[in-house]
């Protein structure tokens, strides 16, 4: 167990002298974490020694011991992260696969690049700020890089879960 605790894969939950997970941690907010999405069962943050460039993995909110246990919406979170990656990052292919480990089920969406091949990729740490610009491509909002100033004049307009969009009057 002391092995554990200095390998770093299990962590005490804030002091209350239990031992936990590392992934449970993570969900708890008592380590660090890039989190790029999260819906009610779970949350997808980028993993620090990717095998590849926006390396990310889907962790449960609940400590979950089987993959037949897992609820549609920990697939759902990593159907999206691989959306998004797949759009900000351009890969030209990214895999899911589920693990266990320490008996936590998890997911990891690996994209993989051009010059990469998946039997040669190889896992290193990732530094801070690749990974705070990682976290920055995928979460940033896309609507913003559209509506960059290309059409002035334009407003929009959200009126209770209707949304208009007003449009300066036209002169003849």
Request: charged share 30%; net charge positive.
């Amino acid at each position: 167990n002391n092995l554990l605790k200095k390998d770093g894969t299990v962590h005490e939950h804030a002091g209350s002298g239990q031992v936990q997970c590392v992934f449970c941690s993570i969900v708890f907010g008592d380590i660090k974490a890039y989190k790029i999405a999260e819906n009610s069962k779970a949350i997808a943050v980028l993993e620090i020694n990717p095998l590849s460039r926006g390396h990310t993995i889907i962790i449960p909110k609940e400590h979950i011991t089987s993959e037949k246990n897992l609820p549609p919406q920990v697939l759902a979170l990593s159907k999206k992260a691989s959306s998004l990656i797949k759009s900000r990052l351009k890969p030209q292919e990214i895999k899911i696969a589920g693990s266990n480990i320490l008996g936590h089920e998890i997911f990891n969406v690996v994209p993989f690049y051009e010059d990469q091949k998946e039997e040669s990729v190889v896992r290193k740490p990732a530094s801070q700020e690749e990974l705070d610009g990682l976290q920055e491509i995928l979460t940033k909002k896309s609507s913003s890089r559209k509506s960059s100033g290309k059409r002035k004049g334009i407003k929009r307009i959200i009126n209770e879960s209707e949304e208009k969009i007003w449009l300066p009057k036209r002169i003849p």
